[in-house]
C-alpha cells in the first residue's frame, strides 16, 4: 500500500514570495489533515478536510495561507506572501473514513524563508 | 483544551537497556493515542495506536499501555539498540482534533 505523498521535499524561498505544496492521501482515506512542525515542537493543526468540505481550519491563518481539496482526494496547501516565521516542515497526514483510526504521515515539505 | 506533556524531553541510554517513555494528557475523554517516530528530517511514523476501551498494544520489542483515568500512556521499549534513537511523539485524539506532545529525543548508545 503507498503511502502519503507529498511534494516538494525541500523549498527556499525569500520572504514575500510565494510557495505550494503538494499531498496525495492514502487512497480511500476520506480525512486529511496539513500539520506545520517548527524544530522541537510537535505538529500544530493547520487545517483538517473530510473528503473535500473542512472540518477544522480555525488555526490557518487565512491572510496567508489557503488550503483546497477539490476532488476529495489530492490537496494544495499554499503561502501567499511568506514570512520568516513560515520557515517549518508542513506535513500531510490521512485517516480512515470514520476518522478514528490509524493516522499516517507523508515525509513532509521543510519550507526556508530567508 | 487537551494538553500533552512528554517527560522527559531528552534520554540517552546505553544499548540493550529496556527503558520507558511517558506520556500524560489532561482530559480523559479521549477516543485513542497514538505513539509515533520521528527521524530527523522525516515525517512521523505510526508504531502503534490504542483505542480508549484498550489497556495495552504490543508490536515486536514495543509496548504501549494506556491508563485513561490518570491522563497517562507509557511506552515500553525492549532492548534498545542504536537504530531506536529517534524523537518519541505520543498523539490523543479528543474530538475531531490531534492533540501532540514535544516528544522525547532518544539516543541510544553503542
Known amino acids: 500500500e503507498a503511502g502519503v505523498a507529498q511534494s516538494p521535499r525541500y523549498k527556499i524561498i525569500e520572504k514575500r514570495q510565494s510557495v505550494a505544496f503538494w499531498c496525495n492521501p492514502i487512497?480511500?482515506?476520506?480525512?486529511l489533515y496539513w500539520y506545520q512542525q517548527i524544530l522541537g515542537q510537535g505538529p500544530k493543526l493547520l487545517i483538517q478536510?473530510?473528503?473535500?468540505?473542512?472540518?477544522?481550519d480555525s488555526q490557518l491563518p487565512k491572510d496567508r495561507f489557503s488550503a483546497e481539496r477539490l476532488k476529495g482526494v489530492d490537496s494544495t496547501l499554499k503561502i501567499q506572501p511568506a514570512k520568516l516565521e513560515d520557515s517549518a516542515v508542513y506535513l500531510c497526514?490521512?485517516?480512515?473514513?470514520?476518522?478514528?483510526?490509524?493516522?499516517?504521515f507523508g515525509e513532509g515539505s521543510r519550507l526556508t524563508v530567508l | 483544551k487537551q494538553e500533552v506533556t512528554q517527560i522527559p524531553a531528552a534520554l540517552s541510554v546505553p544499548e540493550g537497556e529496556n527503558l520507558v517513555l511517558n506520556c500524560s494528557f489532561t482530559?480523559?475523554?479521549?477516543?485513542?493515542l497514538q505513539w509515533f517516530r520521528q527521524d530527523p528530517g522525516k515525517g512521523l511514523t505510526s508504531l502503534l495506536l490504542?483505542?480508549?476501551?484498550?489497556r495495552e498494544q504490543t508490536s515486536g520489542r514495543l509496548n504501549a499501555s494506556l491508563d485513561k483515568s490518570s491522563g497517562r500512556s507509557t511506552l515500553y521499549i525492549a532492548a534498545s539498540q542504536p537504530g531506536d534513537s529517534a524523537t518519541y511523539l505520543c498523539?490523543?485524539?479528543?474530538?475531531?482534533?490531534?492533540?501532540f506532545g514535544t516528544g522525547t529525543s532518544l539516543t541510544v548508545i553503542p
Open positions: 497526514a490521512s485517516q480512515d473514513r470514520d476518522g478514528t483510526g490509524e493516522l499516517f
Open positions: 487512497s480511500g482515506h476520506a480525512t
Open positions: 478536510f473530510q473528503n473535500n468540505g473542512v472540518v477544522d
Open positions: 482530559d480523559s475523554a479521549i477516543y485513542n
Open positions: 490504542i483505542q480508549s476501551s484498550q
Open positions: 498523539a490523543v485524539r479528543g474530538g475531531n482534533q490531534f492533540y
